[in-house]
Nanobody, 126 residues
């Protein structure tokens, strides 16, 4: 089992940048593929990005492609989400998630992930 704690959220103006971090507990962190999801008020929790256990494969939602970058440092048990050129529509609670299975075709589905963090708020002002 792994416990996840997100940090790095906050208030930023449109066009600005933030870097989210997700720290995982346990020696097996490197065995998990990881994902970031986000949930805006009154909306579903949507896929943002995913990364394989090695970091060799990454996937992005179309809405963030070219602006966000997911990465991981297994020595630090941490996965990151670098967010650039932020827009007001990026405002949401951001969650990181870990999955036991590799990133198959369901990498963008919530049900594919086994463990979730508590989330961190990102607010982008116009």
């Amino acid at each position: 089992q792994v416990q996840l704690v997100e940090s790095g959220g906050g208030l930023v103006q449109a066009g600005g940048s933030l870097r989210l971090s997700c720290a995982g507990s346990g020696r097996t962190f490197r065995n998990y593929a990881m994902g970031w999801f986000r949930q805006a008020p009154g909306k579903e929790r949507d896929f943002v990005a995913a990364i394989s256990w090695s970091g060799g494969s990454t996937y992005y939602a179309d809405s963030v492609k070219g602006r966000f970058t997911i990465s991981r440092d297994n020595a630090k048990n941490t996965v990151y989400l670098q967010m650039n050129s932020l827009k007001p529509e990026d405002t949401a609670v951001y969650y990181c998630a870990a999955r036991v299975r590799p990133l198959y075709s369901d990498y963008d589905q919530r049900f594919g992930y086994n463990y979730w963090g508590q989330g961190t708020q990102v607010t982008v002002s116009s």
